[in-house]
C-alpha cells in the first residue's frame, strides 16, 4: 500500500510539474515580451499612422487593417462553416460518401501550412482573378484557413444536443428547418462562438499568408480591394528588416494582450456551453 501510494505521489508531482512547466513558458514570454514593449505604448503609439517604414508614428492604420481583414474573414468564413456542419450533422447519412470526402476536407484543410495557403492565395487570387495585393485577397485566404476551426467546433456542438430535443420539436409539427433554426442552432451557439473566436485569434496572428496577398501597405484601406499591413505583419517587417525593435515589441505586446482577450472570451463561451449542456 505504501509503494503504491509513492508511486501515486510521483506521478502527481510529475503532471504538476508539467503544468508549472507550460506556465512559467507562458509568464516568460509575456513578461519578456512585455518589459520590451510596454515603454512604446502610448495613446500616440496607438492613434498615429506609421511613417517611415513604421520607425516613426504609431500602429493605427495596421490596427484597422487587421480589424477589417478579420470581420471580412469571419463573413466569409462563418456561414460556410457552420451550414457545412448543419448538413453534415443532420441531413448528411453516415454512410454517404459525400460526407466522408467533406470531413476528410476539412480535416486536410487543417493541415496545410500557411504558407501553402498563402501560395495558393497569391496565385490564385492576386495573380489569377487579378485582385491584386488586397483586404479581399488576404480575407478569402484567411477564410479559407479557419473553416476547419469553425466547422469542428459548430459539428462538436451540434452532437452534444439531446435526441429528444429534436424528436420533440418534429413531433410537435415543425418542420426539419424550423427544428434546425429554433432548436438545435441556439443550443450550439455558445460552442460556435468558441469557435469563432478561436478563429479570430488565429487570424489575428497570421503573417506569411497575408504578406503574399493582402500586401503589406502601411495606408489606410477604403476599400476592400485596396491592400493593407495587419499587426502580426507590421511586426515582421519592423523586426526582421531592422527598422525598429522597440516599436516591434509595442506592436508584439499588443498582439499578446488581444490574444489573451480572445482566449480568456473563448474559455468562458465553453463553460457556458458546458453549463447549458448540463
Do not use: C
Request: no cysteine; glycine share 8%; net charge positive.
Amino acid at each position: 500500500m505504501d509503494v503504491t501510494k509513492q508511486k501515486d505521489k510521483i506521478i502527481y508531482a510529475l503532471f504538476w510539474l508539467s503544468g508549472l512547466i507550460i506556465v512559467a513558458i507562458l509568464v516568460s514570454i509575456i513578461g519578456y515580451v512585455m518589459v520590451k514593449g510596454i515603454s512604446s505604448i502610448s495613446l500616440a503609439f496607438l492613434l498615429e499612422a506609421p511613417r517611415r517604414a513604421g520607425a516613426q508614428g504609431g500602429i493605427s492604420t495596421t490596427i484597422a487593417g487587421t480589424v477589417y481583414l478579420t470581420v471580412l474573414a469571419l463573413l466569409i468564413a462563418v456561414p460556410i462553416g457552420v451550414g457545412a456542419a448543419v448538413y453534415l450533422e443532420e441531413y448528411a447519412h453516415s454512410q454517404s460518401k459525400f460526407a466522408s470526402i467533406v470531413n476528410l476536407t476539412a480535416e486536410t484543410l487543417a493541415g496545410i501550412p500557411s504558407i501553402v495557403f498563402g501560395l495558393f492565395g497569391f496565385v490564385f487570387l492576386v495573380i489569377f482573378l487579378d485582385l491584386g495585393w488586397s483586404l479581399l485577397s488576404g480575407s478569402i485566404t484567411v477564410a479559407i484557413m479557419i473553416l476547419p476551426t469553425i466547422t469542428r467546433t459548430a459539428q462538436e456542438a451540434i452532437l452534444t444536443l439531446p435526441r429528444e430535443y429534436r424528436e420533440n420539436s418534429l413531433a410537435l409539427g415543425a418542420s426539419k428547418w424550423q427544428t434546425i433554426w429554433k432548436v438545435i442552432l441556439p443550443f450550439a451557439l455558445p460552442g460556435i462562438v468558441t469557435g469563432i473566436i478561436l478563429s479570430i485569434g488565429r487570424a489575428i496572428g497570421e503573417t506569411a499568408a497575408l504578406i503574399l496577398t493582402a500586401g503589406s501597405s502601411l495606408g489606410m484601406p477604403m476599400s476592400v480591394f485596396d491592400p493593407a499591413r495587419t499587426m502580426s505583419v507590421h511586426l515582421y517587417m519592423l523586426a526582421m528588416e531592422g527598422i525598429s525593435m522597440d516599436r516591434a515589441f509595442g506592436t508584439a505586446f499588443l498582439i499578446i494582450i488581444l490574444i489573451l482577450i480572445i482566449n480568456y472570451l473563448a474559455n468562458l463561451s465553453l463553460r457556458k456551453f458546458s453549463q447549458a449542456v448540463r
